[in-house]
């Protein structure tokens, strides 16, 4: 568990995030983050939820036509 700092950031109130989640999460300073609510809080990413779901439908298409890929790939 990693405690996180609210400061104030002008007229706006900023998140601190220390280097270790940063490395985790392989972001680095300017870069977009997203906070996506789940039923049990928030979970802090640096994937896109939007384009996630693209890929699964994507990956979901190619396994419905597994086969006409391979044939196309010969």
Do not use: N, W
Not at 14 to 34: D, F, N, R, S, T
Not at 36 to 57: A, F, H, N, S
Not at 61 to 68: I, N, P, Q, S
Request: glycine residues 8%; aromatic residues 6%; charged residues 25%.
């Amino acid at each position: 568990m990693l405690a996180l700092k609210l400061r104030k950031v002008g007229t706006s109130i900023g998140l601190v995030l220390p280097k270790e989640m940063l490395g985790h999460l392989h972001a680095k300073e300017g870069q977009e983050i997203y906070a996506v609510e789940t039923p049990t809080g928030y979970t802090i990413t640096t994937l896109d939820p939007r384009i996630q779901k693209q890929v699964e439908i994507g990956e979901a298409f190619m396994d419905r036509y597994r086969d006409v890929f391979a044939v196309l790939a010969k």
